[in-house]
């Protein structure tokens, strides 16, 4: 019942921001990020249809290609934010501290992924990982630049990127890529943690789009 509620209420969540995102007429600055919330619905949908009328949970070879379509997706987004956020600094720095944020970004999970034997699925969970690291970084980074690039917290572009800071922070706190002997109560208390951050993100985000542009 509770799986139930909870595929319910990140269903009407992505329709929702969907919804603001269409009528309010965002998609066209954020393209990138409508087609990662679309493609989350519809892997949302795909995968409660295909457990339900097959009996048993998508082959792993397809949940493989949605995995990689989600990192994929996910960069193009984080790609796009701070193409638009760093828009007023212009020339090479537009493109320097995103290379910079990337390159800490690739150290710090170089330091705390561990060795071992390499795999697909081993290869999505460190680019997982790397993204949720990017998207924390990007985050505080442009905290501190908000008055420099003359954005506003409420300003969209900042919004979603904050929103993505959050959440990947939710992840990385109780996440447990790489955690080795983890009690069920701790993954089940961690999950539910990640799964209300990430509706209330879906909230926020949909307020903050729906209000216009501040000044």
Known sequence: MTNHLIWAAGLLGHLLLLAVLFTRKRVARFPWFTLLIVF????????????HFS?????????????LTDVLLQCAVL?????????????????????????????????LAPAGYSS??????????????????????LAFLLRPLRLSWRSHVAAISFGFGVYSAALLAGGGYFTIGREMSDYVFFSFFRISVYLLVLLWWSIILWLPEPR
């Open 40 to 51: 989350y619905l519809l892997r949302s949908v795909g995968l409660a249809a295909t457990s």
């Open 79 to 111: 790609a796009e934010l701070t193409w638009i956020a760093l828009q007023p600094l212009g020339g090479i720095r537009r493109f320097t501290l995103p290379l910079l944020l990337v390159g800490s970004g690739v150290l710090v999970v170089m330091r």
């Open 120 to 141: 697909l699925r081993m290869d999505l969970v460190l680019l997982h990982f790397l993204l949720s690291v990017l998207m924390v970084e990007w985050a505080v980074l």
């Open 55 to 67: 009996g048993h949970p998508a082959h792993r070879f397809t949940v493989l290609i949605i995995d």
